[in-house]
């Protein structure tokens, strides 16, 4: 089993900056942050696999987001920047301990979501 705790989320201007977190209570194979807005479907945003650091981000945040892992501290963190309204959302972190990694691959482990508004 893997424990996710996010962290991070808030309110914040467009343009705006904001960075999430999310620690597991294990090793993890890979990571990666997903996101929902009301009355949409769950949307990929970015994923990283832990050891090589191998980056995948959709094109929606392509150029403005920055997934990255600490090891040492088992946190993902997703640096989130340039924010416009339609990123706002339930941001969820989800891990794999093995197997595919892709955003369209099932994730074993979920944590409670952070919610991220944004300001026009």
């Known amino acids: 089993q893997v424990q996710l705790v996010e962290s991070g989320g808030g309110s914040v201007q467009a343009g705006g900056s904001r960075r999430l977190s999310c620690t597991a209570s294990?090793?993890?194979?890979?990571m990666a942050w997903f996101r929902q807005a009301p009355g949409k479907e769950r949307e990929g945003v970015a994923r990283i696999y832990t050891n090589s650091q191998n980056t995948y981000y959709a094109d929606s945040v392509k150029g403005r987001f920055t997934i990255s892992y600490d090891n040492a501290k088992k946190t993902l963190y997703l640096q989130m920047g340039s924010l416009k309204p339609e990123d706002a959302a339930m941001y969820y972190c989800?891990?794999?301990?093995?197997?595919?990694?892709?955003?369209?691959?099932?994730?074993?482990?979920w944590g409670q979501g952070t919610q991220v508004t944004v300001s026009s």
């Open positions: 294990r090793y993890t194979y890979c």
């Open positions: 989800a891990a794999r301990i093995s197997g595919v990694c892709s955003l369209q691959a099932e994730y074993n482990y």
